[in-house]
């Protein structure tokens, strides 16, 4: 099976700043896909942003991103201008392209200051 | 979330007991998940259905077992429920491959299961 691995259980940023959420993952495959998902405290599970292993280009979502290196095996989220809406557990997660299933990392927690 | 709906959303049991966990969608997808959610582990795939009547197994299937008789529902079965599966459920749907890849997948907004 495929392993995400999110090495930041936690991580702080003051209000305004930039963070950047790690997640690498392993895998033998060509072609797939990567997600950031974030879940505040409702729990609610809320998609940020999603990248294509074929496509070079880092995805973008107002304030948004991703730094996606293919060869290195590694996709971080990164937040400009945070919010403090933005706290919020965030997960990374990996789908195989002739998958079905989203396989999750452990997850980081953002905590946003003011 | 629209179109996804689990019951019930809080549950405590006592251990031994059956419990069933249901998911119900309007949005026809095919594929369905269900997932558990415990702190330091993610979410990790319990079982899931690409179809009525087809399913399989995840990642954490021992002690779970599901059915889906109709496009709408997904149940998930404790058969006899244990401490150790305490946790929070969600379920999951998403359309065709593609339509999952580019829209994400729909979760539900989670079972809290209590076994004491």
């Known amino acids: 099976a495929q392993t995400v691995t999110q090495s930041q259980p936690e991580m702080s940023v003051q209000e305004a700043e930039t963070v950047t959420l790690s997640c690498t993952y392993d895998t033998s495959e060509s072609d797939y896909y990567l997600f950031w998902y974030k879940q505040p405290p409702s729990r609610q599970m809320i998609l940020v942003i999603r990248q294509e292993a074929y496509k070079q280009q880092n995805a973008t979502e107002n304030r948004f991103s991703v730094n996606f290196q293919k060869a290195a095996k590694s996709f971080s989220l990164k937040i400009s201008d945070s919010q403090l809406g933005d706290a919020a557990m965030y997960f990374c997660a990996y789908r195989r392209d002739s998958g079905y299933a989203l396989n999750f990392g452990k997850g980081t927690s953002l905590l946003v200051t003011p | ?116």
């Open chain 2, 1 to 116: 979330d629209a179109g996804i709906t689990q019951s019930p959303r809080h549950k405590v049991t006592e251990t031994g007991t059956p419990v069933t966990l249901r998911c119900h969608q309007t949005e026809n997808h095919r594929y369905m998940y269900w997932y558990r959610q415990d702190p330091g582990h993610g979410l990790r795939l319990i079982h899931y259905s690409y179809g009525v009547k087809d399913t399989d197994k995840g990642e954490v299937s021992d002690g779970y077992s599901v059915s889906r008789s109709k496009t709408e529902d997904f149940l998930l079965t404790l058969e006899s429920a244990t401490s150790s599966q305490t946790s929070v459920y969600f379920c999951a749907i998403s359309g065709t491959r593609d339509s999952a890849s580019n829209y994400g997948y729909t979760f539900g907004s989670g079972t809290r299961l209590t076994v004491v």
